[in-house]
């Protein structure tokens, strides 16, 4: 209830008061950085709610076009390395825009408008879903491209000691903005179950409420402040010689450990859709509380792991959570119980917070900021090229399964396994770069679940509001 309010009194009186939202007058450098981490944390919630009510319900969308499983593979796995490996032009477009606002803003734009098309695919005929592929490798692009530059930017906003605590922050709040755009959209398809025209009613809702919400997070990147940034020129870190010098650096062999780490997370990925609607015979209504239990323990534990992140390190946190995530698709395996998979996706969604919050944060301390924007392209292709392939392994895999009455549960054995594999050879050739306090593994993952069932995100934001960090 504390997270709804303080949502919608952050979200409404900003859109009410325009002079809050552009202010006129002449402002110091430190109330403008101020102003626009409360800007980006609602541009965050709107984004949320438009992943919640459209880009979550991209795989059941292809399902309703009875979607086969190679299309649903390709639907989970082509859009993101398209998006990824379009990040080599990142730069380009950055020195053509000579802005990291005006790049990220135009691009969140056309992203927004693709869900017309999308919504519309339905009356595509036989090629609907391919067109639907199309179309969403399209939204992605748009999505990832700006990736980079926004890193940049944000990096550029939020002072390194407080880097964890900001982002788990902003990442709580929109993932409980997440979870209610999740449950109200599974709620409005549920209600327009029936004949195929009325199920479709259902999505073109929610697409387009989706696109309305992107709209105004639009709005809330435009009135961000963004610092003077000059353009480094860097001829010699190419492409090539990233590759070339990844094996011998930190930051290198994170990069090499995330690609394979996806590699082994996409041949399952993309196949858990299927595997709830084509075998499990869900409701859009039990999809939509799996979904939603996974989001909701996410971003409850995210503000506990981002100051674990601070106080410990990114690297105790990667380990930790790196050696608690590959469990989660062996999980799947032992049982089709509703019950069960709740269970399973509460503790996906809390492992997910610590091993994404470490990752993210990881690049920051690793990578100088000249180079970051360049860096974090190069990571994002090489790791869009390894979960696609990842994908299209998983799709063979489950064509040709003959050793479970199920064909997707060797696929979620198998990378359960394959992610083990490359936990246990790359988590302990990483570094830590900064001096942080020392902790065992076993008190943190106490420390980490007890905070997090006893304090959690109302805590957090009646002590953030005291506090005013931010």
């Known amino acids: 209830m504390t997270a709804l309010v303080l949502t919608r009194y952050m979200i409404i009186k900003p859109i009410v008061n325009r002079k809050s939202l552009f202010p006129k007058k002449r402002e110091n450098t430190e109330e403008k950085i101020k102003k626009s981490l409360v800007y980006s944390t609602l541009d965050a919630s709107f984004w949320a709610a438009m992943v919640g009510f459209g880009e979550s319900f991209f795989s059941a969308f292809a399902t309703f076009l009875k979607a086969s499983n190679f299309q649903l593979g390709l639907l989970g796995s082509l859009p993101q390395a398209l998006g990824s490996v379009f990040q080599l032009f990142s730069d380009r477009l950055l020195k053509f825009f000579n802005s990291r606002k005006k790049f990220v803003s135009i691009l969140v734009l056309l992203q927004a408008l693709m869900y017309l098309p999308i919504a519309l695919v339905f009356f595509f005929g036989n090629l609907d879903v391919y067109f639907l592929i199309l179309l969403i490798c399209l939204y992605f692009i748009f999505g990832m491209i700006i990736g980079p530059s926004w890193s940049s930017w944000m990096g550029d ?6 880097r964890g605590t900001y982002f788990s922050r902003r990442n709580t709040i929109a993932g409980y903005v997440s979870f209610f755009s999740l449950l109200i959209a599974g709620y ?6 029936g004949e195929t025209k009325t199920q479709y009613i259902g999505f073109l809702i929610i697409f387009i409420l989706a696109l309305l919400f992107r709209f105004v997070s639009f709005l809330y990147i435009c009135a961000k402040y963004e610092p003077n940034y ?5 001829n010699k870190s190419g492409f090539i010689d990233f590759l070339r010098n990844a094996g011998s650096r930190n930051y290198g062999i994170f990069i090499i450990f995330l690609c394979l780490m996806n590699f082994s997370i ?13 075998d499990l015979k869900l409701s859009y209504a039990r999809y939509t509380i799996l979904i939603a239990a996974a989001t909701l323990a996410k971003y409850f534990s995210l503000p506990v792991w981002g100051k674990a992140v601070d106080k410990y390190g990114t690297r105790k946190i990667l380990t930790l959570s790196g050696y608690l995530m590959p469990a989660i698709s062996l999980l799947w395996v032992f049982s089709p119980n509703f019950s069960y998979l709740i269970f399973v996706q509460i503790y996906g969604g809390f492992v997910w917070a610590g091993f994404e919050i470490a990752a993210f944060n990881f690049f920051f301390d690793t990578i100088i900021p000249q180079k970051r924007a360049k860096y974090i392209a ?5 790791n869009g090229i390894f979960l696609f392939l990842g994908a299209m392994s998983g799709g063979l895999i489950v064509k040709y399964n003959s050793l479970f009455a199920s ?18 050879t790359f988590i302990p050739k990483l570094k830590e770069v900064r001096i942080v306090e020392h902790i065992s593994y076993s ?11 006893t304090r ?12 005013k960090n931010f």
Request: hydrophobic share 50%; glycine share 6%.
């Open 157 to 162: 906003l939020v002072s390194e000691e407080f």
């Open 188 to 193: 409005l398809l549920e209600r327009f179950t």
């Open 230 to 234: 000059i353009h480094y020129e860097d």
């Open 266 to 278: 996409f041949i399952a990925g993309p196949f858990f859709a299927g595997y709830m609607f084509y």
């Open 378 to 382: 190069y990571s994002n292709v090489l």
């Open 407 to 424: 064909q997707y549960l060797l696929v979620f054995l198998l990378s359960g396994i394959f992610r083990y594999a490359v936990s246990f």
């Open 443 to 453: 008190k943190l993952f106490l420390n980490i679940l007890t905070d997090t069932t």
């Open 456 to 467: 959690g995100l109302v805590y957090d934001l009646i002590k953030s509001r005291k506090k």
